[in-house]
């Protein structure tokens, strides 16, 4: 018979019809291999200290209403390719103190976003978005900005270049300087056309 290769443990409900049953089955045919559960109503696990699950090839769960996990610590997920997440209705995401989400549009647009500050540092030198102010700092080697067209700096109440040693100014062909109201020049020696 079909069955002949299996062997297990068929309990029945107390008082049930005769098909209601926790069963433990075990299938020995070979390449069909298979341990069998079904638990009639609930199920319950308690494990006093670790548990550790490895799957050689795929894992399927389908749940027929809600899932609930509470994770007292961390939790980390590595993904080796896709990860693909379809929500039916709203998504809420509660964090309790900072967030970093990096995107990908299909455009291949990146966006990285935090509700807080976003840091990309190396050594000294760094870069800090905040909410209120970006902030570029050098502590070793050059800062360069550079625009095949045009570079702007402008700020709508002060625009400040300088406070070190020295600040050069320079163009191929034309350097304006223009001030609507007033243009104030200043300095111990002022050389012009020199």
Same mark, same amino acid.
């Given at each position: 018979?079909?069955?002949a290769?299996?062997?297990g443990?068929y309990? !029945?409900?107390?008082d049930?019809?005769?098909?209601n049953?926790n069963?433990?089955r075990?299938?020995?045919?070979?390449?069909?291999?298979?341990?069998?559960?079904?638990a009639?109503k609930?199920?319950?696990?308690?494990?006093?200290?670790?548990?550790t699950?490895?799957?050689? %090839?795929?894992r399927?769960?389908?749940?027929g209403?809600?899932?609930?996990?509470?994770?007292? !610590?961390?939790?980390k997920?590595?993904?080796g390719? @896709?990860?693909?997440?379809?929500?039916? @209705?709203?998504? %809420?995401?509660?964090?309790?103190k900072?967030?970093?989400v990096?995107?990908?549009d299909?455009?291949?647009?990146?966006? #990285?976003?935090s509700v807080?500050?976003?840091?990309l540092? %190396?050594?000294d030198?760094y870069?800090?978005?905040?909410?209120?102010?970006i902030?570029?700092?050098?502590g070793?080697?050059? #800062?360069k900005?550079?625009?095949?067209?045009?570079?702007?700096?402008?700020?709508d109440e002060?625009?400040?270049?300088?406070?070190?040693? @020295?600040t050069?100014?320079?163009a191929?062909?034309? %350097?304006?300087?223009t001030g609507?109201?007033?243009?104030?020049?200043?300095?111990a020696?002022?050389?012009v @056309?020199?």
């Amino acid at each position: 018979p079909a069955a002949a290769p299996q062997m297990g443990f068929y309990s !029945r409900s107390k008082d049930g019809h005769k098909d209601n049953a926790n069963i433990l089955r075990f299938e020995d045919k070979a390449g069909h291999e298979q341990i069998w559960i079904h638990a009639e109503k609930n199920m319950d696990t308690d494990i006093e200290n670790s548990e550790t699950h490895d799957v050689g %090839v795929d894992r399927r769960k389908t749940i027929g209403q809600d899932e609930n996990i509470s994770i007292k !610590r961390n939790l980390k997920s590595d993904v080796g390719n @896709n990860e693909t997440h379809n929500i039916g @209705n709203k998504h %809420v995401i509660n964090v309790g103190k900072d967030q970093t989400v990096l995107t990908m549009d299909k455009e291949g647009n990146a966006l #990285l976003e935090s509700v807080n500050t976003i840091k990309l540092k %190396v050594k000294d030198n760094y870069i800090l978005i905040a909410p209120d102010t970006i902030e570029i700092h050098v502590g070793q080697g050059n #800062l360069k900005a550079e625009a095949v067209e045009q570079a702007i700096f402008k700020g709508d109440e002060l625009t400040k270049l300088g406070d070190g040693i @020295n600040t050069e100014l320079k163009a191929n062909d034309t %350097v304006s300087i223009t001030g609507t109201n007033l243009t104030d020049i200043k300095g111990a020696i002022v050389k012009v @056309n020199s």
